[in-house]
């Protein structure tokens, strides 16, 4: 199996910066493809940003564009959030996610099989 374990989040004032980590153990051959998604209280979970193994590929939401940098370690099998300028829209529960295969677009929650249990980010005006 794929277990996925997210740390980093906590609160920051607007303008500030954290650094969110995700790290996948177990069958880690399945997170080549590894993406984050945020949900903000009371509303659906949106797609952040994502990465294939290589590193070669990498997708943001137009919301993150310029602000937030998706990287990779793969000798340690980590993920990371580089995000920066926060908002405080950008306050939520913020999850990474896993899917086996070949690269390519995938923003969808449905186009994953494994989630972490998700840290939690609040930026303050």
């Known amino acids: 199996q794929v277990q996925l374990v997210e740390s980093g989040g906590g609160s920051v004032q607007a303008g500030g910066s954290l650094r969110l980590s995700c790290v996948c153990s177990?069958?880690?051959?399945?997170?080549?493809?590894m993406a984050w998604f945020r949900q903000p209280s009371g509303k659906d979970r949106d797609f952040v940003a994502a990465m294939y193994w290589s590193g070669e590929s990498t997708n943001y939401a137009d919301s993150v564009k310029g602000r937030f940098t998706i990287s990779r370690d793969i000798v340690k099998n980590t993920v990371y959030l580089q995000m920066n300028s926060l908002k405080p829209e950008d306050t939520a529960v913020y999850s990474c996610?896993?899917?086996?295969?070949?690269?390519?677009?995938?923003?969808?929650?449905?186009?994953?099989?494994?989630w972490g249990q998700g840290t939690p980010v609040t930026v303050s005006s």
């Open positions: 996610a896993a899917r086996p295969g070949s690269g390519g677009y995938f923003s969808r929650p449905d186009d994953y099989d494994y």
């Open positions: 177990g069958r880690t051959l399945r997170c080549s493809n």
